[in-house]
C-alpha cells in the first residue's frame, strides 16, 4: 500500500530502511555485515511477529513520508519518540552497534509481557565482530579484524559518511 | 634416567615455568659431558587448551561471543580444576574487631579480606601467557635490595648483575622480547640504558652492547600525542617532611613479549601449529583475553616445541633423546614426602587424580621422579604444599602474598587520539619507579592504555548505553548520523593509565586453607586474607596527585562525569564498589593486575624463606617450588620476565645435578 503503485515492500525490507534511519549507515554498510536477516528474525523473535508488524507498518509510513519530504521527521515523531516502539528501537540500535541483545527498557514488559529471549546476549561471534560501534570509532572490532602491524601508530581517521 | 623411579623429573603445571624449565634442562644437559637426556612428565590441572592453530581458533571464538570479555572469558573452566575469576570478586564483611564475620566464596577464591584479592589466573594449558599482556621489563637494581637501599622490605639473595643473564636468555630464548634499549631510561639505572643493559655475552653482544631480539613494537599515536602534550612536565609531590620529589614525565616505549621485525640472526617464533600465522603483532588489541594471531608468546609454544622435538616415546632411530609427555586434567593433590615438623626429608612421589567431566569418576595416580617441580602459579603452590604439610619450616608457605594494586585514572583528550587501536599498551612513564622516597612509600610504574575507557568505564559498551538510551523511561537518545557522528567524536579521544603500585611482603597477606572449603575433587580452595600496608596506601594520593597534574597539563583538569561528554577528568571512585579503599578520607578504587606473587618467597636463611635462590626447598632438597611466588619482593615491573630468568637458573641448576644411569 504506497503511492503512485510502487510494490509494497517486506516486512524485511521496511526492517532494513528502518534500520538505515536509525544506525546512519547505509544500507550497503548494513548488508555488508551480512547479518540483516539475523537481526530481522532476533528482533521477530523477541518482540513477536504481532508487535513487529505493527511497528513495521508505522515504520513504512514515516520512512515514506520523510521521503516526500526530506527529512526525518515523521519516523522521529510516529516511531523514535513513540513510547509504544521507543525500547524496541533502543534495543535494536544497541543491537547493530554492539552485536549484543540488550532487554527492552522502560514499561515494554509491563504492557507487552517478555520473552525467553529477551535476556542480554552476545548474538553470535559474527555480530560481535560486526558492531557498528568499532566502524563508528574509526578503530576495529578488539580481537577480529587487525588493521596490521604499526597500524596504530599513525594518525587516527574516521571513515567519511 | 633412574631406574626406580617412573621419571627423571615431575613439573606439576602447564605454565611458562613448567616449560622454561623443562626445555632448559633438556638442552643444557644433551650438551654437557656425558649428555644426558632426562624424561619429563608434566602435569596440568586444567584443559589441554590447543596445539594447533585451528583449535586455538575456538577460544577467539569464545571470547567474542563472551557477554563479560574478563581475561578468562575464553577459557573455560571445570569445577574439578576451578580458577579464578575477576567477575566473582565480591568484598568480605568484617566484623568491628577487624576479623571477617563474612567471607566472600562466590567464586574460586574464598575471601577473607578485610580486601579482596583483585587477581585471577588461568587454570589451562599454557597458563596465565594465555591471557597476560606481554610486558617485559626487567626489575631495577634497587628493587633487588630494598632492605638496604630503603631500609624497607627484604633483599634478595640476588642481585640484578646476578640475574642479568638469565634476562637476556628469557628475552632471546624464550618469549622473544621487541625493545630498543635506547628507548630504555628508567630512575635508578644511572642514566644510561645501554649500561644497564650492558651485556657479560660478549661472544654474542660484541662489545657488551646489547639488544633485543626484536625492533621495539611502534608505540601508539596515543602515546606520541601524550610525549608532545606533557613535554616538558615535571610533576611535583611532597613527602611527608615537606620535601618535595621531582619527576620529570617521559614516555618510555616498553619491551614486550609480541613479535614485530627481528634482528639479524633471530628467529620469530609464530603461533602453535602454524608457524606462518603471528609472525607479527597485527593490531588485533585484544592482547587481554586473548591473541588471536599468537604474535603475542605464550606458554603454548613452547611446550609444542617440547612435544614436537622430544615426544615421549622411543625415537625410531635409536638415538637418544630426551622424552616429554605433557598430561592434561590431572591435579595433584598430595606432594608426598619423608619431612618430619621441622626436619628435612624427601619427596616420594605425588598424588593426582585425573578428571574426565563425562560422568565418570576420576582416576588416582601416583607417580615418582627423581627430581620434583612445583610450577602451578603463586597460589596453587602455596595451597598445595599447605595442604602436603610440606616445605614448610620456616612458616613462610602461603604468606607475603602480593600484586601490583592499581591504581586507574581516565579522562577525554580534547582530541581523537585513536583509541580501541593498537597492544594494550605500548608505553610507560618510568619516573616514579624508583627514589629516595622509597623509603617512606612504594613505588609506582605508570602504564598507557591504548584501549580508551574499556577498563575503567567498560566502553565503548557503556558509551553507546549512555547515548543511545533506555532504562526507566526507555527513551531514544541520540540515533541515526547523529549518533555515529557523536560517538565518533567521543570514542576516539577516551585514554586512561593504570598506576601500578608495588606491594610490600606482609606476612599477613597469606594464602591458607580451611576443611571448610574444598573444590568438586576434594582440594582445598585458596582461603585468602588480604590488605593494603600503609606503605602502599601512602602512595595513592601520589599517585591521583600526579595524575590530576598531567591531566591539567593535558587541558582536561575539569572534572565530568558520564553521561555528560566533553574534555576532563573522568576519574571518580564509587565507595560501594568491592575494589574501593579508603586512606586520609579520600576513596580509591584498587584494582589487581594478575600479578600473583610471593607466597614461597627465596632467600638464603630456611628460617625466614621457604627456596634458595635456585627455588629449591630448603626442607626437601628433591623439591623445586618455582614461580612468581619465589619473588622476596615485586619491585615495579610485571613479574613474568622475572618468572622466566627464575626458571631458566633453575633449570641449569637441574640440568647439572641430573643423575641416573641413562645419561
Redesign the interface.
Known amino acids: 500500500m504506497t503511492d503512485h503503485g510502487t510494490p509494497t515492500p517486506s516486512p524485511q525490507q521496511i526492517f532494513t530502511e528502518l534500520s538505515v534511519?536509525?544506525?546512519?549507515?547505509d544500507r550497503a554498510e548494513l548488508a555488508g555485515t551480512g547479518l540483516i536477516e539475523t537481526y530481522y528474525t532476533t528482533l521477530l523473535r523477541i518482540i513477536g511477529e504481532r508487535e513487529a508488524g505493527h511497528l513495521f507498518l508505522a515504520a513504512a509510513e514515516a520512512l515514506a513520508a520523510d521521503r516526500r519530504n526530506h527529512d526525518?521527521e515523521a519516523l522521529r515523531r510516529q516511531v523514535?519518540?513513540n513510547?509504544r516502539y521507543?525500547?524496541v528501537?533502543?534495543?535494536l540500535?544497541?543491537l547493530w552497534?554492539?552485536g549484543?541483545w540488550?532487554p527492552?527498557?522502560?514499561?515494554?514488559r509491563d504492557i507487552n509481557g517478555s520473552t525467553a529471549e529477551d535476556v542480554?546476549?552476545?548474538v553470535?561471534?559474527q555480530a560481535?565482530?560486526e558492531g557498528?560501534?568499532?566502524i563508528?570509532?574509526?578503530?576495529?572490532?578488539?580481537?577480529?579484524k587487525?588493521?596490521?602491524?604499526?597500524?596504530?601508530?599513525?594518525?587516527?581517521s574516521?571513515p567519511v559518511? | 634416567m633412574s631406574t626406580s623411579n617412573d621419571y627423571d623429573i615431575v613439573i606439576v603445571g602447564g605454565g611458562i615455568s613448567a616449560a622454561t624449565i623443562a626445555k632448559t634442562v633438556i638442552e643444557k644437559a644433551a650438551a654437557q659431558t656425558p649428555p644426558r637426556h632426562p624424561r619429563i612428565l608434566i602435569l596440568e590441572a586444567g584443559r589441554a587448551t590447543a596445539m594447533s592453530a585451528d583449535k586455538y581458533d575456538t577460544y577467539?571464538?569464545a571470547?567474542?561471543?563472551?557477554?563479560a570479555?574478563v581475561p578468562n572469558s575464553p577459557y573455560p573452566a571445570s569445577s574439578s580444576a576451578p580458577q579464578p575469576d575477576v567477575l566473582d570478586i565480591g568484598r568480605p564483611i568484617m566484623g568491628p574487631d577487624g576479623t571477617t564475620k563474612v567471607p566472600s566464596d562466590n567464586g574460586y577464591f574464598v575471601q577473607m579480606g578485610p580486601l579482596p584479592f583483585g587477581s585471577d589466573y588461568a587454570r589451562s594449558l599454557g597458563g596465565t601467557t594465555l591471557h597476560w599482556l606481554g610486558t617485559c621489563l626487567r626489575m631495577l637494581p634497587n628493587d633487588f635490595r630494598m632492605r638496604d637501599a630503603y631500609r624497607h622490605s627484604v633483599n634478595w639473595p640476588l642481585s640484578y648483575e646476578d640475574l642479568k643473564p638469565y634476562y637476556e636468555r628469557a628475552e632471546w630464548d624464550i618469549i622473544g622480547v621487541s625493545a630498543n634499549v635506547e628507548d630504555q631510561v628508567y630512575p635508578g639505572i644511572g642514566g644510561d640504558p645501554a649500561k644497564f643493559f650492558k651485556s657479560a655475552n660478549t661472544a654474542k653482544f660484541p662489545d657488551g652492547v646489547y639488544h633485543f631480539p626484536m625492533e621495539r613494537i611502534?608505540?601508539?599515536?596515543l602515546d606520541?600525542y601524550l610525549a608532545k602534550k606533557s613535554a616538558g612536565l615535571v610533576v611535583e609531590l611532597t613527602d611527608r617532611e615537606g620535601r618535595p620529589h621531582t619527576f620529570p614525565v617521559e614516555l618510555s616505549n616498553t619491551p614486550v613479549g609480541r613479535n614485530?621485525q627481528p634482528a639479524e640472526g633471530y628467529q620469530v617464533i609464530g603461533a602453535v601449529g602454524n608457524f606462518d600465522q603471528g609472525q607479527?603483532?597485527?593490531?588485533?588489541?585484544?592482547c587481554i583475553p586473548?591473541c588471536?594471531?599468537q604474535a603475542k608468546y605464550n606458554a603454548l609454544k613452547t611446550l609444542y616445541e617440547l612435544i614436537v622435538k622430544y615426544p615421549d616415546r622411543d625415537p625410531a632411530d635409536g638415538a637418544r633423546k630426551a622424552r616429554v609427555a605433557i598430561r592434561s586434567q590431572c591435579v595433584v593433590s598430595r606432594v608426598r614426602h619423608t619431612q618430619q615438623k621441622d626436619g628435612t626429608g624427601t619427596v616420594t612421589g605425588l598424588t593426582y587424580r585425573t578428571w574426565f567431566d563425562d560422568g565418570s569418576a576420576p582416576v588416582d595416580h601416583t607417580v615418582t621422579a627423581d627430581t620434583y617441580v612445583l610450577a602451578a602459579n603463586a597460589i596453587e603452590n602455596a595451597t598445595l604444599l599447605l595442604a602436603s604439610g610440606a616445605a614448610n619450616t620456616s612458616d613462610q608457605v602461603g604468606r607475603n602474598l602480593m600484586d601490583h594494586p592499581l591504581l586507574l585514572t581516565w579522562g577525554l583528550l580534547e582530541d581523537?587520539?585513536?583509541?580501541?587501536?593498537?597492544?594494550g599498551s605500548?608505553s610507560g612513564i618510568p619516573a616514579f619507579r624508583d627514589g629516595s622516597f622509597r623509603s617512606e612509600r612504594t613505588a609506582f610504574r605508570v602504564e598507557i592504555g591504548?584501549?580508551?575507557w574499556?577498563f575503567p568505564e567498560n566502553a565503548?559498551?557503556d558509551t553507546?548505553?549512555d547515548l543511545?538510551?533506555?532504562?526507566?523511561?526507555?527513551?531514544?537518545g541520540l540515533?541515526?548520523?547523529?549518533?555515529?557522528?557523536r560517538?565518533?567524536e567521543i570514542?576516539?579521544a577516551q585514554f586512561r593509565i593504570a598506576w601500578e603500585l608495588e606491594q610490600d611482603p606482609e606476612p599477613t597477606n597469606r594464602v591458607t586453607i580451611d576443611d571448610r572449603y574444598k573444590d568438586a575433587l576434594g582440594n582445598h580452595r585458596p582461603v585468602i586474607h588480604y590488605d593494603l600496608s600503609p606503605y602502599v596506601r601512602d602512595s595513592l594520593p601520589w599517585a591521583a596527585e600526579a595524575s590530576r597534574q598531567l591531566f591539567t597539563q593535558l587541558g582536561i583538569g575539569d572534572q565530568v562525569r558520564r553521561p555528560e561528554y566533553r574534555p576532563g577528568d573522568y576519574t571518580h571512585y564509587d565507595p560501594n564498589d568491592p575494589s574501593a579503599v579508603t586512606h586520609d578520607g579520600v576513596t580509591y578504587w584498587v584494582r589487581g593486575a594478575g600479578h600473583v606473587v610471593g607466597t614461597h618467597r627465596m632467600g638464603d636463611d630456611p628460617t625466614t624463606s621457604v627456596v634458595d635462590s635456585h627455588q629449591r626447598s630448603h626442607d626437601l632438597p628433591n623439591l623445586y617450588i618455582v614461580g612468581c611466588g619465589s619473588m622476596p619482593t615485586l619491585g615495579t615491573s610485571n613479574p613474568t620476565l622475572t618468572m622466566t630468568a627464575l626458571a631458566l637458573r633453575t633449570g641449569d641448576r637441574i640440568a647439572e645435578q641430573l643423575k641416573g644411569n641413562d645419561a
Open positions: 534511519a536509525l544506525t546512519g549507515f526525518g523514535v519518540e513510547p521507543a525500547p528501537i533502543v534495543s540500535i544497541k552497534y554492539l549484543s540488550y527492552l527498557s522502560g514499561g515494554y542480554e546476549h552476545v553470535s561471534p560481535y565482530r557498528l560501534v568499532w563508528a570509532a574509526g578503530a576495529h572490532p578488539m580481537g577480529a587487525p588493521p596490521g602491524f604499526g597500524s596504530w601508530a599513525e594518525p587516527p574516521l559518511f | 577467539v571464538g571470547f567474542q561471543e563472551a557477554l570479555k611502534p608505540s601508539s599515536y606520541q614485530s607479527r603483532c597485527e593490531g588485533n588489541s585484544s586473548i588471536p594471531a581523537g587520539v585513536g583509541a580501541y587501536r593498537g597492544p605500548t591504548n584501549w580508551g574499556n565503548p559498551y553507546v548505553h543511545v538510551g533506555g532504562g526507566e523511561s526507555g527513551a531514544v540515533y541515526g548520523r547523529a549518533l555515529r557522528e560517538l565518533g570514542l576516539p
